[in-house]
Structure formats: structure tokens, C-alpha cells
């Protein structure tokens, strides 16, 4: 069965940095887009970034754009979200995403920007 799972959360301080990775199974990564969201406490889940299956497109929420980095490694079934200069207000869990029909959905990855 599909499987993803989350990992590199934690507590940073302001202007630090964070790489998430997910890590995938049990459908054929390389033929997959695959998408970042997060959720805050109190608000929606939102969408962080999106990678088509290849790697070769990518896109980012303003919010984001400029300082998170997303990328993929189809030899490892995993898509990498990477962090940087990070906000109080990226604090949330963090979700990685499959494509495929509805979507499926890892567990969450928390992520606190703290001083």
C-alpha cells in the first residue's frame, strides 16, 4: 500500500534552516508529482510546493518562494523540502503529498520557528 513517510522537523530559531524529507512506498515514485502542505494550528491545510514527476517543474507559495526549496530523488523515492531563513509564522506540521487520484497523505512532520 502507498506509504509516505516524514521526517526533519523540530524547534529552530528564527532565520535557521530545516530539510524535510519524505520518503515514499508502495506506487511507482518516478511517474508521481508529489507536493508539500502544511498546517498551522487553527487554519487550513495549505499548499507549501509542488514537483512534477521528473523534478524538472516546481512551485512555491508567495509566502514561500525565495526561501523554501523543493527537490526529489527518484533513485531514493524521496522529495525533499528544504528550509531556509525561516519565519515564525512557518510553524505547523508539515505534510508531504502523492498525487495519485485523491492524494495520499503522510503522517506530519513538526516544525516550530521559536526564539
Do not use: H
Not at 499548499?47 to 527518484?74: E, H, P
Not at 505534510?95 to 503522517?107: D, F, H, L, P, V
Amino acid at each position: 500500500q502507498v506509504q509516505l513517510v516524514e521526517s526533519g522537523g523540530g524547534l529552530v530559531q528564527p532565520g535557521g534552516s530545516l530539510r524535510l524529507s519524505c520518503v515514499a512506498s508502495g506506487f511507482t515514485f518516478s511517474n508521481t508529482a508529489m507536493s508539500w502542505y502544511r498546517q498551522a494550528p487553527g487554519k487550513e491545510r495549505e499548499l507549501v510546493a509542488r514537483i512534477n514527476n521528473s523534478g524538472s517543474w516546481t512551485n512555491y507559495a508567495d509566502s514561500v518562494k525565495g526561501r523554501f526549496t523543493i527537490s526529489r530523488d527518484n533513485a531514493k523515492n524521496t522529495v525533499v523540502l528544504q528550509m531556509n531563513s525561516l519565519k515564525p509564522e512557518d510553524t505547523a506540521v508539515y505534510y508531504c503529498k502523492a498525487i495519485i487520484g485523491s492524494g495520499y497523505w503522510g503522517q506530519g512532520t513538526r516544525v516550530t520557528v521559536s526564539s
